[in-house]
């Protein structure tokens, strides 16, 4: 059983709306990373947040953006949803300097855009 | 040339058939290297981390080649249950980054 929660776990939402997805980081962790998972394809890392500030992002428009509290969680907010924004979206934590555990994954928030 | 390649897939075996997986990655620097496994509509979990000096965990063997950026899965007497997709996954600094995937369905 993961130790992180991603909420909610299924959304629809309409074209051009905005969604914010959460997810709670393993005790011990202090990093959070955001990918989104399109049917067929692998995890595309979005961006990782570290003391609360972004840490890395990869090839995502402005409208994708996070935050971190100070608790760890986090938060993914995307505006102006598209069709494509369609997909799978996981948050993994893990402690930041420590590369070599891993990540541990939350179930994911899959994402429907109509 | 992409971060992080495999094997297109799908492969599908019998049961009780070995089969491997191949990865290249493209940053020299990188320095850690897992392969995960996700299930249909789950998320992907850690199956195994993967050692210079190769390691091997029951039935899975994984192994690394630096110089050629080259990383191998190896499952041995395949069972039902190892129906999966399973994901290469090497690190950037400080962030991973994930193969497409390489499907394996293993057939009765």
């Known amino acids: 059983e993961t130790g992180v929660t991603q909420s909610p776990t299924h959304l629809i939402k309409t074209r051009g709306q905005q969604v914010t997805l959460r997810c709670s980081s393993q005790s011990g962790h202090n990093t959070v990373s955001w990918y989104q998972q399109a049917l067929g394809q692998g995890p595309q890392f979005i961006f990782q947040?570290?003391?609360?500030?972004?840490?890395g992002r990869g090839n995502f428009p402005p409208r994708f953006s996070g935050l971190q509290f100070p608790n760890y969680s986090s938060e993914l907010n995307v505006n102006a949803l598209e069709l494509d924004d369609s997909a799978l979206y996981l948050c993994?934590?893990?402690?930041?300097?420590?590369?070599?555990?891993?990540?541990?994954f939350g179930s994911g928030t899959r994402l429907t855009v109509v | 040339r992409k971060e992080v390649e495999q094997d297109p897939g799908p492969f599908n075996v019998p049961e009780g058939a070995t089969v491997a997986f191949n990865c290249t990655y493209s940053?020299?620097?990188?320095?850690?290297f897992f392969w995960y496994r996700q299930d249909c509509r789950k998320e992907p979990k850690l199956l195994m981390s993967v050692y210079s000096s190769g390691n091997e965990d029951g039935r899975f063997t994984a192994q690394l080649n630096r110089a050629s950026q080259y990383i191998s899965l190896l499952i041995r007497d395949s069972k039902l249950s190892d129906s999966a997709t399973y994901l290469c996954v090497v690190n950037y600094g400080q962030n991973f980054v994930f193969g497409p995937g390489t499907r394996l369905s293993v057939l009765p």
């Open positions: 947040y570290y003391r609360e500030e972004e840490n």
């Open positions: 940053n020299s620097a990188s320095q850690s």
């Open positions: 993994a934590t893990s402690l930041f300097g420590v590369s070599n555990y891993g990540y541990t």
